[in-house]
């Protein structure tokens, strides 16, 4: 089972997030038809916004 997580901060009209995926580097396989597919490993992604 594959384990996702994010945290943000919200400051008037600014946002900063960062998002986790795959947060413990789970090793698992998922199937596409006919093919077995491994998944990918642990991602960290980072994110700035501003609403006008």
Do not use: C, H
Request: hydrophobic content about 40%; charged content about 20%; aromatic content about 20%.
């Amino acid at each position: 089972m594959r384990t996702d997580a994010s945290i943000f901060y919200k400051l008037n009209n600014w946002r900063a997030a960062i998002n986790f995926k795959n947060l413990l580097d789970t090793k698992y396989y998922e199937s596409q038809s006919f093919y077995i597919v491994p998944t990918a490993p642990l991602k960290v992604l980072g994110t700035v916004s501003f609403e006008f």
